[in-house]
């Protein structure tokens, strides 16, 4: 009997009719296979996941592979984002056995829970150098019965190892002086200086990497020319808005098509800092189009976000997304705005794309800008303003064709770390860009998550699915949310949503730091009992939950004179500073904490209504303060930073307890914010 029919998670429910005798994750699952005295074959993924797509077709929906699993094991299926704490365990294993990662993960496990065998994706025949899925279900299943001391002294040695694996790496003894300027220099030795990002193929963002950057003088360059590659690549959408997932390629290139939150999220926010550094229009333009795709597409009507959205249409990788010159020509009709669409997007009969699995196909176009629009209006001799307005008419013909074509499906489920990233997007977007629709669907999201996701007692749960919240939350939903509460406050004024995010803050102080580790834990103390407390450090694809932690201990420090929340932050990156040292690319989080430690206390405070400070809100948004406390109110007071302060529109700018005089005037406020650097 499969069981998935009675969950919420889209990914679950995607195996709702496989002949496969699936059990969601839980104690009913594992006492069976006591019961049965079988193996536990967990398998883990999301809804968005093309390979996880793949095996499911090759292996799960096939009767003969789903006898053998049901009669040989006792089969779990995990959404990896509804349960990112049973994820992270045994993507550890994973990683420990095979020295890689990924999704579809395929571990086997004592009835315990131990370990003992792992890895992602495995082909229903042997081919890529892996063992058939059905030849490695049959020498397990005979191990078990005829070797299972064998197994079980590795799952013992491979659980240790993974307990052994959460512990920060070095020793504790201070940070050096030299701290951020020896990790500016550690990830220049990996940058790719000609095409921006680090490393080579595949190729992800690293946003938190270029957050960490773009604060840096000495690092800047590396973050604004990643940014510019990425935005003119084809892991952008040049039509509808949006990043994908990552790169296959060192160029940007060919995408890996799914879409999620996380990435929309965390860029938008990482463009509007890039906008404000560099004062260049081209992140402002990316920004919003990334903006404009997060609310048409990944906006509930409830106003929660959802998760992802699939990199597969209709079984075929990046089918929507993708062109030949033909389809162009179909929409444009045949004239000069098809040939310049043509040559600024770089569509040729050849193609840049081929689906591996559906080769009938045939070579296709991921739409990417090769030539600078600037550079290519020179070459035409072409005005400049009329080039952009021939191409952005194109543009939105092309789309509106491609909106026609079957869609990729979306992963519905709302995750509360996740929308806490894009409630900062927004709200920052309505601070630095001054328009008051993106603080609206910030607060919308702010005012669904207290209704729909908060409990009484002051925490969150993990994810929310037609009408039902469920998974308690994790150190990661209530850390990211309230850093999204902050930006809220920061844009929008209203102090309740700073109160709420320090509500959030005791929640993590109280449920996740281990005092005697000097770090936070991903999960609560009265969480489900796993092999081990996971501590996450590194960022992968989100901001890790120390860093989050950190950061959120700092801005509490700051507008609240919380003394210890600034220290837990700095013992947190000291206890990493080796490892941030050995590893700088994956650990930007930490790195901003270390950044915002060593920054001065700044504090910019305007006080009056919003019609008496929208002047000074707009010198404001000029300049990237990312470790500044700013505080907008009506009045002097909530706040340390306020008290006792008058208003009417008044500017009040201090660093540490030294303060410029009290300003009203926007261009007086713009020279004092200006030497600060």
């Given at each position: 009997?499969?069981?998935?029919?009675?969950?919420?998670?889209?990914?679950?429910?995607?195996?709702?009719?496989?002949?496969?005798d699936?059990?969601?994750?839980?104690?009913?699952?594992?006492?069976?296979?006591?019961?049965?005295?079988?193996?536990?074959l967990?398998?883990?993924?999301?809804?968005?996941?093309?390979?996880?797509?793949?095996?499911?077709?090759?292996?799960?929906e096939?009767?003969a592979?789903?006898a053998?699993?049901?009669?040989?094991?006792?089969?779990?299926?995990?959404?990896?984002?509804e349960?990112?704490?049973?994820?992270?365990v045994?993507?550890t294993?994973?990683?420990?056995?095979?020295?890689?990662?990924?999704w579809?993960?395929?571990?086997?496990?004592?009835?315990?829970?131990?370990?003992?065998?792992?890895?992602?994706?495995?082909?229903?025949e042997d081919?890529?150098?892996m063992?058939?899925?059905?030849?490695?279900?049959?020498?397990?299943?005979?191990?078990?019965?005829?070797?299972?001391?064998?197994?079980?002294?590795n799952?013992?040695?491979?659980?240790?190892?993974?307990?052994?694996?959460?512990?920060?790496?070095?020793?504790?003894?201070?940070?050096?002086?030299?701290?951020?300027?020896?990790?500016v220099?550690?990830?220049?030795?990996v940058?790719?200086?000609?095409?921006?990002?680090?490393?080579?193929?595949?190729?992800?963002?690293?946003?938190?990497?270029?957050d960490?950057?773009?604060?840096?003088?000495?690092?800047?360059?590396?973050?604004?020319?990643?940014?510019?590659?990425?935005?003119?690549?084809?892991?952008?959408?040049?039509?509808?808005?949006?990043?994908?997932?990552?790169?296959?390629?060192?160029?940007?290139?060919?995408?890996?098509?799914e879409k999620m939150?996380?990435?929309?999220?965390?860029?938008?926010?990482?463009?509007?800092?890039?906008?404000?550094?560099?004062?260049?229009?081209?992140?402002?333009?990316?920004?919003?189009?990334?903006?404009?795709?997060?609310?048409?597409?990944?906006?509930?009507?409830?106003g929660?976000?959802?998760?992802?959205?699939?990199?597969?249409?209709?079984g075929?990788?990046?089918?929507?997304?993708?062109?030949?010159?033909?389809?162009?020509?179909?929409?444009?009709?045949?004239?000069?705005?098809?040939?310049?669409?043509?040559?600024?997007?770089?569509?040729?009969?050849?193609?840049?794309?081929?689906?591996?699995?559906?080769?009938?196909?045939?070579?296709?176009?991921?739409?990417?800008?090769?030539?600078?629009?600037e550079?290519l209006?020179?070459?035409?001799?072409?005005?400049?303003?009329?080039?952009?307005?021939r191409?952005?008419?194109?543009?939105?013909?092309?789309f509106?064709?491609?909106?026609?074509?079957?869609?990729?499906?979306?992963?519905?489920?709302?995750?509360?770390?996740?929308?806490?990233?894009?409630?900062?997007?927004?709200?920052d977007?309505?601070?630095?860009?001054?328009?008051?629709?993106?603080?609206?669907?910030?607060?919308?999201?702010?005012d669904?998550?207290?209704?729909?996701?908060?409990?009484?007692?002051?925490?969150?749960?993990?994810t929310?699915?037609?009408?039902?919240?469920?998974?308690?939350?994790?150190?990661e939903?209530?850390a990211?949310?309230?850093?999204?509460?902050?930006?809220?406050?920061?844009?929008?004024?209203?102090?309740q949503?700073?109160?709420?995010?320090?509500?959030?803050?005791?929640?993590?102080r109280?449920?996740f730091?281990?005092?005697?580790?000097?770090?936070?834990?991903?999960?609560?103390?009265n969480?489900?009992?796993?092999?081990?407390?996971q501590a996450?450090?590194?960022?992968?694809a989100?901001?890790?939950?120390?860093?989050?932690?950190a950061?959120?201990?700092?801005w509490?420090?700051?507008?609240?004179?919380?003394?210890?929340?600034?220290?837990?932050?700095?013992?947190t990156?000291?206890?990493?500073?080796?490892?941030?040292?050995?590893?700088?690319?994956?650990?930007?989080g930490?790195?901003?904490?270390?950044?915002?430690?060593?920054?001065?206390?700044?504090e910019?405070?305007?006080?009056?209504?919003?019609?008496?400070?929208?002047?000074?809100?707009?010198?404001?948004?000029?300049?990237?303060?990312?470790?500044?406390?700013?505080?907008?109110?009506?009045?002097?007071?909530?706040?340390?930073?306020?008290?006792?302060?008058?208003g009417?529109?008044?500017?009040?700018?201090?660093?540490?307890?030294?303060?410029?005089?009290?300003?009203?005037?926007?261009?007086?406020?713009?020279?004092?914010?200006?030497?600060?650097g």
């Open positions: 009997m499969n069981r998935l029919a009675q969950e919420t998670s889209p990914y679950l429910l995607q195996h709702a009719d496989n002949p496969v699936w059990w969601a994750w839980s104690p009913e699952a594992f006492e069976e296979a006591r019961r049965r005295d079988v193996p536990v967990l398998s883990i993924g999301y809804s968005t996941c093309h390979w996880c797509h793949v095996m499911a077709h090759e292996s799960f096939d009767e592979t789903a053998q699993m049901n009669r040989d094991f006792v089969n779990i299926k995990v959404d990896r984002e349960r990112p704490d049973v994820d992270r045994y993507m294993a994973t990683q420990l056995m095979t020295g890689q990662g990924g579809p993960m395929t571990v086997f496990l004592t009835p315990s829970g131990e370990p003992f065998y792992a890895g992602t994706y495995f082909p229903p081919r890529y150098g063992p058939g899925f059905r030849r490695l279900l049959a020498t397990v299943a005979r191990a078990w019965q005829e070797d299972r001391d064998k197994l079980l002294g799952a013992e040695a491979l659980t240790g190892h993974i307990r052994e694996a959460s512990r920060p790496h070095g020793t504790a003894e201070g940070v050096p002086a030299d701290f951020l300027p020896r990790a220099e550690n990830l220049r030795r940058y790719d200086a000609d095409r921006g990002g680090f490393g080579g193929a595949p190729k992800f963002p690293g946003t938190t990497t270029l960490f950057l773009l604060t840096r003088q000495d690092g800047r360059d590396m973050a604004l020319h990643t940014l510019r590659r990425m935005g003119a690549g084809g892991i952008y959408d040049q039509l509808g808005g949006g990043f994908h997932r990552y790169s296959v390629d060192a160029q940007w290139l060919v995408p890996h098509f939150l996380y990435d929309n999220a965390q860029l938008t926010r990482t463009l509007l800092r890039a906008a404000q550094y560099a004062g260049d229009q081209t992140f402002t333009r990316l920004a919003r189009e990334t903006l404009a795709y997060l609310e048409r597409e990944m906006l509930a009507p409830e929660g976000f959802f998760s992802a959205q699939d990199a597969d249409t209709q075929v990788e990046g089918l929507t997304f993708t062109w030949t010159p033909d389809e162009i020509r179909e929409v444009l009709g045949d004239g000069p705005d098809t040939d310049l669409v043509l040559r600024v997007y770089g569509v040729t009969e050849e193609g840049n794309f081929l689906d591996p699995h559906r080769p009938e196909y045939g070579k296709r176009n991921v739409l990417h800008v090769p030539t600078p629009p550079a209006a020179r070459d035409l001799g072409e005005d400049m303003p009329a080039l952009l307005e191409l952005d008419t194109a543009r939105m013909h092309l509106e064709a491609r909106q026609r074509r079957p869609q990729p499906g979306t992963d519905t489920k709302v995750l509360t770390s996740w929308n806490g990233l894009a409630l900062a997007a927004f709200a977007a309505g601070r630095i860009l001054g328009e008051a629709h993106y603080l609206d669907v910030a607060r919308r999201n702010a669904f998550v207290w209704e729909r996701m908060r409990l009484p007692d002051g925490t969150l749960r993990h929310y699915k037609d009408g039902v919240a469920r998974v308690e939350g994790l150190l939903d209530h990211l949310y309230a850093l999204g509460l902050v930006a809220l406050y920061q844009a929008g004024g209203d102090l949503h700073l109160e709420w995010a320090r509500e959030l803050w005791e929640v993590v109280r449920d730091w281990d005092e005697e580790a000097g770090l936070f834990r991903s999960t609560g103390g969480a489900e009992a796993l092999l081990t407390r996450e450090a590194f960022d992968a989100v901001l890790s939950d120390n860093a989050a932690a950061l959120l201990g700092l509490m420090g700051r507008y609240y004179g919380d003394e210890e929340a600034e220290q837990l932050a700095h013992r990156v000291q206890t990493y500073a080796s490892d941030m040292l050995a590893a700088p690319h994956g650990m930007g930490l790195w901003q904490a270390a950044a915002f430690l060593e920054a001065p206390h700044v910019v405070a305007l006080i009056g209504t919003p019609t008496e400070r929208a002047g000074l809100e707009r010198v404001l948004a000029r300049f990237p303060l990312p470790f500044a406390a700013l505080a907008p109110a009506e009045q002097g007071e909530g706040l340390p930073v306020l008290k006792g302060r008058p009417d529109g008044t500017a009040y700018v201090c660093i540490g307890h030294a303060c410029d005089l009290p300003t009203r005037d926007p261009e007086v406020l713009a020279g004092q914010l200006g030497r600060l």
